[in-house]
């Protein structure tokens, strides 16, 4: 993280954002630049459960998407 500014929730606040959180942000809404959401408030938006949020994380992972690894 040197010299990087950590990266916050654009709703709450809440920072730093975890990978997952950044790369679930990125991939599932659609923003440019990105709109970036911890994982309670990205629930919010994609009316998903952050169990849902999670898995999807999982399967995109092993589809072999770049954000996840
Ligand atoms: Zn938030």
Redesign the pocket.
Known sequence: MAGRRAKR?A??G?EPLKKIEIALSKKLLDFDPPLL??L??LGEETKCDEEELKYLAERFKEEGCGLFK
């Open positions: 929730c709703w709450c809440r959401l911890c309670s408030c």
